[in-house]
Structure formats: C-alpha cells, structure tokens
C-alpha cells in the first residue's frame, strides 16, 4: 500500500460559454429553426408619407393603400395616437394597428438564411461601423503619440486615494445620459478614455463595464424624457410623455444609487483583493490590450504641451459628440465625421515635431487602431442579422399577437406584471427601443383601457421589461460592448444577473403601485 501511486485530484466539470461569434451563431441558426415552427403572420402597418402628406397602410398581405392623414381616419383605423405625431415626424417607423393581425402563409428561411443574413445585417450596420472604425482609429493615434501614457501619470497621482470618485462620477454621468437621450451605443466611444485609467488605478474590466455600459442601460431603463424611449413609446401609446414622469424620476433615483452602491461593492473588493476579480483569470490579456503605461521610458516622457494639447483635443471630442446627439439630432454618420475631423488634426500633431512620427506612422498607427475594432464592429452587425431572419418569417408579429391574448383577459396589478415580462421577452426578439415601442404600444395600449390601467404604466412596464432583457440578450449591444474588452459573457452574466433581478422586482413594485394609486 505504500507504495501505491498517488491519484490526481479529479478535475471537476466547469461549463464554459463560447464566445460571442458563436453565441450569435447558434443565436441565428436557431432563429431560422424558429421561422419553420412559428405560424407566421403580419398586423397592418401605417406609415407617413412626407411626398404625399398621406397615410400609408400597408396590410397584412403587402398590399398599400393611402388615407387623409386626418385624426378621423386615426380613430377610424383604431390608432390612438395625435395626428401631429405623424405628420411633425415624431414617429417616423411603422406602426402596428390594432386587430388586424392575420395568419399568412408560412414563409420559412433556408439554411441560405444563416450566412446571408449576416452579411445582410453587417450592411444594414455600417454607419455604425464606420464610426467604430474612426474612433478606433483615433485611438490609434493618440496612443502612438505618447498622450496617454503622460496623462495618465499625471492623473493617478492626482486621484490617489480617491479612486473610486472617478467610477461615481461617470456612472453618474451615463445614468443621466441614458435617461436623458439613451446614449448607449454611443457610450462605445468613452472605452478608449476611460479603460486605461481604471487599470492604472487598479480596477478589472467588470468595473469598466459597469461604470460605462451598464450604468447607461440603467438610466434607459428608467427614462425620463429619452426620446428614443420614453418619449416615442408615449406618442405610440396615444399619451403625452411628460404622464408618468413622476413615477419614472423615482425609479431613476433608487435605481441610481443602487447602481452606485453595487459597484461601489464590487470595486472595493476587486482593489482590495484582486483574486476577487470575476474576470480574473483574462486579467493579463485585458491589460495587455488597454494599459498604456508599461514601461520606465515611458513614465519618464514628459508631459509636454504639445501631448497635453492632443489629449486635451481628444478629450473634447466626447462632450461634442453628447451635445450634438442631444440637441442637435446627430447620428452615426455626423458623429464619425467629427471624430474625424478631430483625428485628422491629432495626426499632424503626432506626425509632426522634434519626436514627430511622420505621415507613414501616424498612418500605419490610426490603421492599426481602426483594425482592432473590426471584430466589435462585426458583432454588431451579426446581431442584426438574427432580427432580419426573424422579420422575414413573419413570426415576430405571431409572437406579438399571442403575448397580447395572455393579457386581454387578466386584470390589475396581474396585467401590468404580465406585460412587464412580456416586455422582458420581446426585448430579445426586437432589442431596439424606438423598434418595439412603435410595434407593441399600438397593441397593448388599448388592452390597459379595459381593465381600467394607465397608459402611461404600460410605457413604464416597456422600459423595464425591455431594458431588464438587454441589460443579457446577446441581440443587443452587450456583445459588441463583450467583445470591445475581450470579456467572456459568462463572467459579464455573474456580474449583471442581481441589476436584471433588482429592475425586475423594483420595477414589479413601483408599476403595482402606479396601478394601485391610480385607480384609487
């Protein structure tokens, strides 16, 4: 016995999650399947036309007819909603009108479907892409011209002591952004800056995201005048935006300070005990990509005025891009152009000087940068590819009408909870806001009139039962924002599942008691 050899302990089974190419793949593969199982099926859709100052319906079976764009004809059609919502442009996309959902012909995908539309999804995409390659590139740049390890030196030793101020303050900020005007793909773009001063300051890439991400997903999810959100599903619901907004500004303020109050507790135990670190075992990858300041030359290179001006410009960059999507109506391609511009004047900077790196590399350097994003760019538009599959087979509208049969006969605090995770399903098949509110407010509106509920209590189970999904669904933007920081999703899923837990609960107790109060 002696001498009996000693077992190996057994290595115990660990599930691991495929990455994000895959997950979407599969996504996609069961999207197709779906399109054979789901009864298809259609609502007649209406439409403003701006050429003719008509209304454009579109039926079940694809055939178009035109009405006065009257509110006669609004209430004709069953559409409670403001004419002037159409015709001032306040909504623009296709609504569903109510009971004319019609079962039609099935219309399976091919197993062509799969790779075609992820091709079709990555075109559909690229004024997003485009703008993810300029700031990739731009990033590029300011990395190649020292700018950031200078300032980063600087701004560390500044913070010392008071690192998590930081993490308030931008989360803070994101909150107010989302709620504001649901800037969320757009927060993309505050990765680059932010990244590396939360690894100099000795945080993992969970906070990152945290801080970045979820923190503006948690101010969408409680929109108060987002226009994207709240203000469009309002107008589709038939209401003003401005009912409800009481009960929005609560749940804003609660779900802030639990947001903080969360990552306030993950990142005291991450800097404290960095074993801690949900994302512990990429931690050398992830900074290996995002740390700036590695090496001695490095930390002695001085913070000259010409670095500070370049940081300075690409700092700027930032604020402008939130003025100009706020107030001024900026989309993905004028957004690009400005970091373009911006770009273009950082790389002279950089090419030029005693320690300049010329036009082949500052060149080489925004090619390089822009490069690195391709695969968060492709994401993005392989994300699409799984809803076109979905439109396509006519089985999103299916889905619509049977979830709408759950609540037509349900009353109360039941109907509003039901629909709040209805809300939460749909989030997964139409992950875009502006998307679901002009397809399901026209249906499920109308349904809280008869069991005597608040429209405005129907936009707010919208919201968090949307924004609860996308805070998971590998349809939206958590994929592209995954694969930005190499981050496996079952690490991001540890992190995030007690916010999706606490929106629903939350969110379950404040619309039981919009419903309770309003009809006292």
Request: proline share 4%; aromatic share 12%; net charge positive.
């Amino acid at each position: 016995m002696a001498n009996a050899e000693v077992q190996p302990p057994k290595k115990k089974f660990k599930l691991k999650m495929p990455g994000a190419f895959v997950i979407l793949f599969i996504l996609t593969i069961l999207a197709v399947m779906a399109t054979w199982v789901i009864p298809a099926g259609s609502y007649a859709k209406l439409t403003y036309n701006q050429a003719t100052s008509s209304l454009q319906i579109k039926s079940p079976t694809g055939k178009t007819t035109r009405a006065p764009a009257t509110q006669k004809e609004l209430d004709r059609l069953g559409v409670k909603i403001n004419i002037d919502q159409f015709t001032s442009g306040g909504i623009s996309e296709a609504v569903s009108i109510p009971n004319t959902y019609q079962r039609l012909k099935q219309r399976p995908a091919s197993l062509w479907a799969v790779t075609g539309s992820m091709v079709r999804g990555t075109i559909e995409a690229v004024d997003i892409m485009v703008f993810i390659f300029v700031l990739g590139g731009l990033i590029g740049v300011v990395k190649a011209s020292g700018a950031f390890e200078s300032g980063l030196m600087a701004l560390t030793k500044k913070t010392k002591g008071h690192e998590f101020l930081l993490i308030f303050l931008v989360a803070i900020l994101m909150v107010l952004g989302g709620t504001l005007c649901g800037i969320e793909e757009e927060a993309v773009a505050f990765y680059p800056i932010l990244v590396p001063i939360f690894i100099a300051m000795g945080y993992d890439s969970i906070v990152c995201v945290g801080a970045i991400f979820l923190a503006s997903s948690v101010g969408t999810a409680f929109s108060t005048i987002n226009p994207f959100s709240a203000v469009i599903a309002s107008n589709a619901a038939g209401i003003d935006f401005t009912q409800g907004i009481v009960w929005r500004i609560i749940g804003l303020i609660v779900a802030a300070i639990f947001l903080i109050l969360y990552l306030y507790w993950y990142s005291k135990k991450v800097k404290n005990q960095p074993t801690f670190s949900y994302t512990y075992e990429d931690r050398e990858s992830f900074n290996h990509m995002w740390s700036v300041a590695s090496t001695n030359d490095q930390i002695k290179t001085s913070f000259s005025m010409r670095k500070k001006l370049i940081l300075t410009l690409f700092v700027v960059t930032f604020p402008i891009m939130v003025w100009g999507v706020m107030s001024q109506g900026w989309w993905f391609p004028t957004m690009a152009s400005s970091f373009l511009v911006f770009a273009i004047i950082i790389m002279f900077l950089t090419a030029t000087g005693p320690n300049g790196l010329g036009e082949k590399g500052v060149v080489d350097a925004f090619v390089a940068g822009a490069s690195s994003l391709v695969g968060v760019s492709l994401i993005i538009g392989l994300a699409r590819g799984i809803n076109l599959v979905m439109n396509e087979g006519l089985i999103s509208d299916t889905i619509l009408q049977y979830f709408s049969s759950l609540v037509a006969h349900v009353s109360g605090p039941i109907f509003i909870l039901v629909l709040m995770f209805i809300f939460f399903i749909l989030g997964f098949i139409v992950p875009s806001s502006s998307g679901l509110a002009v397809l399901a407010m026209p249906i499920f509106a109308p349904l809280a009139d008869t069991v005597n509920i608040p429209r405005f209590a129907v936009v707010t189970a919208y919201q968090f039962g949307q924004y609860a999904m996308l805070f998971l669904a590998p349809t939206g933007l958590v994929m592209a924002t995954l694969q930005m920081l190499d981050m496996k999703y079952s690490h991001w899923f540890k992190f995030v599942w007690p916010v999706v837990v606490f929106v629903l609960t939350f969110g379950g107790i404040l619309l039981v008691l919009e419903v309770l109060i309003s009809g006292v």
